[in-house]
C-alpha cells in the first residue's frame, strides 16, 4: 500500500507559467529606451528652468529714447542720441533673450552593450562658461553693457550639473514606478 501525500492544485503554476510567457512578450528594448527617453525629457526640463536668460541692461534700458541737444557754431540746433541710446540701438535693439536656454536639446537615445546612453547638449558658444564659470579683465570697458568690468571671476551656474545631481537623486523612485506599471501589465 502506497503512502499518500496529498492534493494538489497545479493551476497556480500553471498560470505563473502562462503568465512568465507573457513577460517574455514584453520588449524591454523598447521599455529601456522609452524610460531613458523620458528620463532625458525631465533633465531637460529641469536644465531650461536653470537657464538664465540675458536682459537688457536696466540702465541702458531705461535711457534708450534719450537724446542730446547741441547747439552748433552757426547757432542751429541738433539732436543725437544720447550716450546710452547710441549703445542701446546698436546692441540691444531688437534682443530678446533666451538664446543659451533655447539652444539645450536632447540627442537620440543610444544603447552601447547593455548600457542606455542619453545625451543632453547645449551648441551655444558661451554655454559652457555659463555652466562653469569663467575669467575677465577687470577694467576692460564693454561697449554693451556701456560700463567697464570689475570682477576678474564670474560664477558659474552650473544649470546642467545640478539638474543632473537632483534627478539622481529621483531616479530610482521614476524607475520603479515605470517597472511597477509594466510588471502590472503582466501579474
Given at each position: 500500500m502506497g503512502r499518500r501525500w496529498g492534493k494538489a492544485d497545479f493551476q497556480?503554476?500553471?498560470d505563473l507559467e502562462?503568465?512568465?510567457?507573457?513577460l517574455e512578450q514584453v520588449d524591454f528594448d523598447r521599455f529601456c529606451r522609452e524610460a531613458a527617453a523620458d528620463i532625458a525629457g525631465r533633465l531637460l526640463e529641469k536644465v531650461k528652468k536653470r537657464t538664465p536668460v540675458g536682459v537688457v541692461p536696466k540702465d541702458i534700458y531705461d535711457n534708450k529714447k534719450s537724446t542730446v541737444t547741441v547747439i552748433g557754431a552757426s547757432g542751429k540746433k541738433r539732436k543725437f542720441a544720447s550716450r546710452?541710446?547710441?549703445?542701446?540701438?546698436?546692441?540691444w535693439a531688437g534682443y530678446t533673450g533666451g538664446t543659451l536656454r533655447d539652444a539645450w536639446v536632447i540627442l537620440p537615445v543610444e544603447k552601447v552593450g547593455n548600457t542606455y546612453i542619453v545625451t543632453v547638449v547645449n551648441a551655444t558658444e558661451y554655454a559652457s562658461y555659463v555652466e562653469?564659470?569663467?575669467r575677465q579683465r577687470p577694467g576692460r570697458y564693454v561697449p554693451?553693457?556701456?560700463?567697464?568690468?570689475k570682477a576678474s571671476w564670474v560664477?558659474?551656474?552650473f544649470m546642467l550639473t545640478i539638474s543632473e545631481q537632483e534627478l539622481e537623486a529621483q531616479l530610482p523612485a521614476l524607475?520603479?514606478?515605470k517597472l511597477y506599471t509594466l510588471l502590472k501589465g503582466v501579474f
Open positions: 497556480a503554476l500553471k502562462e503568465r512568465l510567457a507573457k546710452e541710446s547710441a549703445i542701446y540701438q546698436q546692441y562653469f564659470g569663467h554693451a553693457l556701456g560700463k567697464s568690468l560664477k558659474g551656474r524607475l520603479e514606478q
